[in-house]
Nanobody
Framework: QVQLVESGGGLVQAGGSLRLSCAAS????????MAWFRQAPGKEREFVAA????????MYADSVKGRFTISRDNAKNTVYLQMNSLKPEDTAVYYC???????????????WGQGTQVTVSS
């Protein structure tokens, strides 16, 4: 059982930056693909970014390409999401997830954090 705890959310003005962190309890963290999803009010949860277990490849939603960067530190059992040039439409609860493959579908991820709120003001 992998427990995930997100942190780093908050309120930021449009154009600003935030870095989210997700700490995992599992010592085998390095074997899992990790991803970030987000859910805005009244909308379905959507894929944001993913990174393979080997730190060899990353994937991004078109809406965040060039602005967000996903990374991981397996020694610290932590995955990060650096968010730059934030827009009001990035406002959402952000969740990290762990799975066995680097995919965009939330169904492929078995473990989820509780979420952290990101609010971008215009």
């Amino acid at each position: 059982q992998v427990q995930l705890v997100e942190s780093g959310g908050g309120l930021v003005q449009a154009g600003g930056s935030l870095r989210l962190s997700c700490a995992a309890s599992e010592r085998t963290f390095g074997r899992y693909a990790m991803a970030w999803f987000r859910q805005a009010p009244g909308k379905e949860r959507e894929f944001v970014a993913a990174i393979s277990w080997s730190v060899g490849s990353t994937m991004y939603a078109d809406s965040v390409k060039g602005r967000f960067t996903i990374s991981r530190d397996n020694a610290k059992n932590t995955v990060y999401l650096q968010m730059n040039s934030l827009k009001p439409e990035d406002t959402a609860v952000y969740y990290c997830a762990a799975g066995i493959a680097t995919l965009t579908s939330q169904r492929e991820y078995s473990y989820w954090g509780q979420g952290t709120q990101v609010t971008v003001s215009s």
